[in-house]
């Protein structure tokens, strides 16, 4: 299941350089995860300093 960033997003770019297969682009000031893409790793929730990013 991909993950998704919730409205708790800074906007920092932290989970955008955790991600191996860049599915997290700025959308902006926002950042956003390409479903299509994302493999389900979780390496940006582990990295994003906001908590912001959950399964779903």
Known sequence: M???I???C???GTCAG?????AIK?????YEIDE???VSCGSCAGACPM???VEG
């Open 36 to 38: 299509n893409a994302c």
């Open 26 to 30: 700025d959308a902006g000031g926002k």
């Open 10 to 12: 800074v906007g920092c």
């Open 6 to 8: 919730t409205d708790a």
């Open 51 to 53: 908590g912001a990013i």
């Open 18 to 22: 955790a991600c191996p297969v860049g």
């Open 2 to 4: 991909a993950y998704k």
